[in-house]
């Protein structure tokens, strides 16, 4: 798969997989611009790739600072052929008698609603180029629930459907989208998922990888290469496909 000249966008790009995903990128040749709520631990990465990575600080709940990221990364760029969104937040599991709606509103607004305002603003560039390729990460709980999920379950299924009706909206501009769920992995949003208090270290053991068939957390590599072959012209049919990422975790 050959990304040389190629144009990335990647969002969540300081999380545990986005920050594999970009450095994939950054090594295939492709240009890059990071986009999270705070890149500074991205910084070891200006010097190794001047010229070709740049990274933007951005609340991509934010209307406003969504288009000024994306105009910023499409000044670097030149011009956007693909986006990659790692970004998201965990759960603490809940009772739904028990969750605010405060809760509620922030993980739909970070796990979907950032979507749209992000897809929005990229698409606009990838439209005047009649090229792109979008990749959302969302997530294996929409297919396979846990208890006390319910908003990250939901806020899951809806970029899911978000994707399939972004493939067939776009298809006419030769713009692909895709979604992946990733299963229980390694990274730290995964302590997240334990109720307030809970022992975190006991139910990454016993509860998310007794979980997996293939008996093992996905690691952030495995997501990366999943999005590499979305991402490349070799998947130049597949659009509106979710690629399980999960150790078979939603059979
Ligand atoms: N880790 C898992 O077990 C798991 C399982 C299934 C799906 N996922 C999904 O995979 C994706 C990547 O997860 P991860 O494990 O790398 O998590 P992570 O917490 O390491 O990374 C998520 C990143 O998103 C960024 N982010 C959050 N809110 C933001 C906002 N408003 N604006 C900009 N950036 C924001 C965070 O700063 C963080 O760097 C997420 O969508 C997550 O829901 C993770």
Sequence with gaps: MNFQNKTVVVTGANGGMGKVITRRFLEKGARVAALDLDVDALEE???EYEGQ?????????????VSEAVDEASNFLGDISILVN??????????????DLAEWNKLMAVNTTSLFLINKEVVKVMKAKGVGAITNIASIAAERPRPGLNAYVTSKGGAIAFTKALAIELAEFKIRVNAINPGPSDTSMLAKFSPRGGNVEKMKEETFKLSVPLGELVRPDDIAEAVMYLSSDEARMVTGSV???????GL
Excluded: H, Y
């Design 45 to 47: 990465l200006d010097k």
């Design 53 to 65: 990575f740049m990274r933007c600080s951005a609340n991509l709940t934010n209307e406003e600072e």
């Design 86 to 99: 790692a970004l998201g937040m965990a759960q603490a599991a809940t009772n739904i008698d028990e969750l």
């Design 243 to 249: 690629l399980n990422v999960d150790g078979g975790r």
